[in-house]
């Protein structure tokens, strides 16, 4: 399978902007944004399907925007008014569509990139 391939990782202080972009090369119905802190779990900062249902994570709700060209396979997370507490390596992953077209639970991921907030 084909692993995404995320950029636009970097460092900024709080208050501060990035836009993270992926390629996610596949047949996909599903592309999404996973972040992980050190000593936490992975979680799901926000997800998008090609009925462009959108969720957000609580904590980055009005501050971050998920967008994706599913038909170019790119994924995009444009985050603004940054925290501390967003400082973490952030992963780009895909679902593919599975029999009878539905949407496969398993997630690829990419290998991330380090997001760094500071105050």
């Known amino acids: 399978q084909v692993q995404p391939v995320e950029s636009g990782g970097g460092s900024v202080q709080a208050g501060g902007s990035l836009k993270l972009s992926c390629v996610a090369s596949?047949?996909?119905?599903?592309m999404g944004w996973f972040r992980q802190a050190p000593g936490n779990e992975r979680e799901l900062v926000s997800s998008?399907?090609?009925?462009?249902?959108?969720t957000y994570a609580d904590s980055v709700k009005g501050r971050f925007a998920i967008s994706a060209d599913f038909a170019k396979n790119t994924l995009y997370l444009q985050m603004n008014d940054l925290k501390t507490e967003d400082t973490a390596t952030y992963f780009c992953?895909?679902?593919?569509?599975?029999?009878?077209?539905?949407?496969?639970?398993?997630?690829?991921w990419g290998r991330g990139t380090q997001v760094t907030v500071s105050s």
């Open positions: 992953a895909r679902r593919e569509y599975a029999i009878f077209r539905t949407c496969a639970a398993s997630w690829y």
């Open positions: 596949g047949n996909n119905c599903a």
């Open positions: 998008i399907n090609r009925d462009e249902a959108i």
